[in-house]
């Protein structure tokens, strides 16, 4: 069976986290943690950037730095992951969920407007298959209204819009390292934290609420309890194994990259003769391979190209289930439709992509999908 995903040891990684071991400092925001953040900051110019457990931790840290309560409104997109919500709904907000683009499965940035009143408090947009969002509207309303941008980049990591990294733009963005992810430590996460305002917040919620940091930094003679806040901090074992997969980070992208382009190369009759469509990156946005996707026509012939791949021991799966519908949220929506949100949930299907995936495998995977098609 050609699997979907499977996370890939770079190199250094076992050495690492063996050298964290020996230090003797195990916990949180030892030398394999700086030396991730001296990284991130460095290469992509983040202000602030602060390792986490994982991108659902970094969504929450961003709600309660916020201080989102009981009666906020917060406008998201429906087609995501359930933590893009979680993380605010956990806080009392009512989500306005907004429907996704007809020719994407990003958010419909022109829909916002219309759903901000004197309750709304936050924007989080969803940068879907690390492809950006259209950002200048969304900033440009955050502005206009006074509103707080927070981006969730869990799959953005190394992509840009307009030049800038994603995750930079907002006044808030949050990475996961998750091993589904391009570049991966297990569980793990990152917030970076653009807007200065929220630079010493950011330090104190994440270490239990105390000033901890600001302490061992000698700009206090005493650590307390200064806010509540949680523990969203990792062990600098898994920033060790991090730090091995960043040294990495240039081959990993060359490699992704070349997986996708094959996939596009091959597959792009069955968009030209209207079978299939395949992913679409606007102008503004680059596309950092965290994924191959298709669009079929709709669930049932999805339902039967997943049998197909699946009979040639091709593992392929759909994606998010909309959130506006779901279990949890159904009673709570506004009963606005949101028929892009759902044609995604019912028609997209993700193909298999990884470092270890071999050109060989990509040709099968192509040549069966072309196959089932024709
Ligand atoms: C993976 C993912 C998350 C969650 O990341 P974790 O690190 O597993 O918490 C959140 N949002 C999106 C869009 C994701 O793809």
New binding site residues.
């Given amino acids: 069976m050609i699997p979907f995903n499977k996370p890939y040891l770079s190199g250094n990684e076992l050495e690492n986290i063996k050298a964290s071991v020996l230090s003797g400092k195990i916990s949180g925001d030892g030398m394999f943690t700086k030396k991730c953040n001296r990284y991130f900051e460095e290469k992509y110019g983040f202000q602030k950037v602060l390792l986490t457990t ?6 929450e840290l961003s709600a309660l730095l916020l201080e989102i309560k009981q009666g906020d409104e917060v406008i998201m997109p429906s087609y ?5 919500a979680n993380a605010f709904a956990l806080r009392g907000a009512t989500i306005r969920f907004i429907d996704s683009c007809s020719d994407s499965p990003n958010m419909d940035v022109a829909q916002i407007e219309s759903l901000i009143n004197e309750k709304t408090k936050a924007i989080v947009v ?3 298959a690390g492809i950006a969002c259209e950002m200048d509207t969304v900033m440009a309303l955050a502005d206009k209204y006074n509103l707080f941008v927070v981006e ?1 980049a ?2 953005a990591i190394d992509s840009f819009y307009k030049g800038k990294p994603l995750g930079a733009i907002g006044h808030l963005g ?5 091993e ?2 391009n570049i991966v430590s297990g ?3 990152m917030i970076a934290v653009n807007d200065s305002r929220f630079a010493l917040r950011s330090e104190i919620i994440r270490e239990k609420g105390t000033n901890r940091s600001a302490f061992f930094r000698g700009e206090v003679d005493k650590y307390g309890w200064v806010e509540a806040g949680s523990s969203f901090l990792p062990s600098d074992i898994i920033a060790a194994f991090l730090s091995a997969q960043l040294d990495n980070l240039e081959e990993i992208q060359r490699r992704r990259k070349a997986i996708w382009q094959q996939y596009w190369d091959g597959l792009l009759r069955l968009e030209q003769t209207g079978k299939l469509r395949l992913p679409n990156i606007p102008d503004y946005a680059t596309n950092n391979a965290h994924m191959f996707y298709v669009i079929c026509t709709n669930l049932d012939e999805r339902g039967a190209l997943i049998q197909h791949l699946k009979q040639h021991n091709i593992h392929s799966v759909f994606h998010y289930l909309s959130l506006h519908a779901s279990p949890y949220f159904h009673e709570k929506h506004d009963g606005r439709p949101l028929p892009w949100t759902d044609f995604y949930t019912d028609t997209l299907l993700r193909l298999p992509l990884f470092y270890e995936l071999t050109d060989e495998q990509v040709q099968y995977i192509v040549h069966h999908i072309l196959q089932f098609f024709e």
């Fill in positions: 994982s991108c659902t931790d970094a969504l995501t992951f359930v933590s893009t969803m940068h879907y969730d869990a799959q949050a990475f996961s390292f998750h589904t992810k569980e793990g996460g």
